[in-house]
């Protein structure tokens, strides 16, 4: 391929309750990002509720591909590859991506690429950081994944910690239902816990018998309900707003205690956030903290890119695309597919 080609490639994402498409030039160029959000439906819920999200995605999809090429002043003729999420997520949403991205690369005939969701949200720091390239360190923290990190070159990854039950994105959420602060658990929680006190209540910081690395958060979770349950019993009101911060507290604290050490054993140079939790300013301002202790330079992308979204996809596919992988018709959703897996 030329050095001055473009390549432009058009992203599907709708892993969850997010439907979104984006048109990413040469990786790092984002032409457009389109995100049609699903939150108010589900907060009547009290969560995502698959059946729902799948059939949202279907009434959506056309019109967020349509607009994020409307926005980027392109057609699907100026595509060089559709690019969609594979997996993990939930099987149903997955199913509506995948099958949208094989018509349009079908009837259009561009190639296909497939991308892993959490590679996808390691590659959103690439957007707006032009500097970062690999090697470096990511703690990937969102609503169904915790996992740290090596990032080997592009596409290449090692897996040194994942949590071993709840992820950290899922613990905010169901202590926020326990609180009464409702859905979105996470950003209810940071925005409670700004108004509390975060060493009212000690809750424990989980280490994992499996590996050094690895996270647990079920039984935070379960200490924050058994603390709960405690006040009713005793007829001591809950502070809600203390509860909110000292179980931030706790999770961060495990999250950068992790880090901290991860950095000192393999010596990087870089780290980055990704995932919807890395949208928290507490978490971001701790790693930033942690990372000046330690001579590290520190990356994060902006709240957009962290949540789920396209561009992160878009991104991703570009280093698939010069390495020459492809997809054929018989990519299908994966549920629970793991990073480094094809």
């Excluded at 595509?79 to 690369?105: F, H, N, Q, R, S």
């Excluded at 309900?225 to 203390?242: A, H």
């Excluded at 780290?271 to 330690?294: D, P, Q, S, Y």
Aim: glycine letters at 8%.
């Amino acid at each position: 391929m030329n050095s001055n080609q473009e390549v432009k490639i058009l992203a599907i994402e709708s892993s969850c309750d997010e439907t979104a498409a984006a048109v990413v030039v040469n990786g790092r160029d984002v032409r457009s990002n389109i995100i049609s959000s699903q939150i108010d439906i589900h907060t009547l819920y009290g969560g995502v509720v698959p059946e729902i999200a799948s059939r949202k995605h279907i009434e959506r999809i056309n019109q967020v591909i349509g607009q994020a090429l409307e926005t980027a002043d392109m057609s699907l003729d100026d595509m060089d590859a559709i690019a969609v999420t594979y997996g993990p997520g939930l099987v149903g949403a997955l199913l509506v991506g995948v099958a949208e991205a094989k018509a349009i690369a079908y009837a259009a005939q561009k190639p296909l690429i497939g991308v892993h969701h959490i590679e996808g949200h390691i590659s959103a720091n690439y957007i707006e950081n032009k500097d970062l390239e690999p090697p470096f360190l990511c703690l990937v923290v969102s609503g169904g994944h915790t996992h740290l990190v090596k990032v080997l070159d592009y596409g290449v990854y090692e897996v040194i910690g994942r949590t071993q039950d709840d992820a950290a994105g899922e613990a905010f959420d169901k202590v926020a239902r326990a609180i009464g602060l409702g859905y979105p658990g996470g950003p209810k929680i940071e925005k409670a816990s700004c108004l509390g006190n975060e060493d009212a209540i000690y809750f424990p910081r989980a280490k994992v018998s499996s590996g050094i690395y690895d996270f647990s958060f079920s039984g935070l979770k379960s200490a924050v309900l058994n603390y709960l349950n405690g006040c009713k019993m005793k007829q001591i009101p809950v502070v809600q707003e203390d509860v909110a911060a000292s179980f931030q507290k706790a999770v961060i604290d495990v999250l950068t205690d992790h880090v901290v050490r991860a950095i000192g054993q393999y010596r990087v140079e870089k780290f980055a956030i990704a995932g919807g939790v890395a949208a928290n300013t507490i978490l971001r301002n701790r790693m930033e903290t942690a990372c000046k202790e330690c001579g590290v330079r520190f990356y994060h992308p902006s709240p957009v890119f962290c949540t789920d979204n396209a561009a992160m996809i878009g991104t991703a596919a570009y280093y698939d695309y010069l390495a020459g992988r492809r997809d054929d018709w018989s990519l299908n959703a994966i549920a629970n597919l793991r990073l480094g897996e094809r």
